[in-house]
Nanobody, 130 residues
């Protein structure tokens, strides 16, 4: 089973930038769809962005134009470049993966596929101050 380890969280001011990384292990087929999710205190976990094995990406509306998801297959690493950060971006960010490439399933939403078939990292904290 794939293992995921996030890094790169920290603190930033409004308008600042952070870059998250997610190192992945194990069989590539178990992570055909990889994504970033986040959970703010007292709120439900929400999807941020996903990238399919074919390189296609999908973002939740609140981060479009500010965040960029990418992957380096030579390093088995997923990234999330976060620019123009806002206090509302504060939360614990999780890397996740599942094996389904179907674009209707590989989406940035906490679906049954992510819950039942996904592998999740431990999370990394991002704090944005105004």
């Amino acid at each position: 089973q794939v293992q995921l380890m996030e890094s790169g969280g920290g603190s930033a001011q409004t308008g600042g930038s952070l870059r998250l990384s997610c190192a992945a292990s194990a069989y590539r087929g178990s992570r055909n769809c990889m994504g970033w999710f986040r959970q703010a205190p007292g709120k439900e976990r929400e999807g941020v962005a996903v990238i399919n094995r074919d390189g296609s990406t999908t973002y939740t509306d609140s981060v479009k134009g500010r965040f960029t998801i990418s992957q380096d297959n030579t390093k088995n690493t997923l990234y999330l470049q976060m620019d123009n950060l806002e206090p509302e971006d504060t939360g614990t960010y999780y890397c996740a993966a599942h094996g389904f490439m179907n674009p209707m399933i590989c989406r940035p939403s906490v679906s049954s596929t992510w819950i039942n078939s996904g592998t999740w990292g431990q999370g990394t904290q991002v704090t944005v101050s105004s």
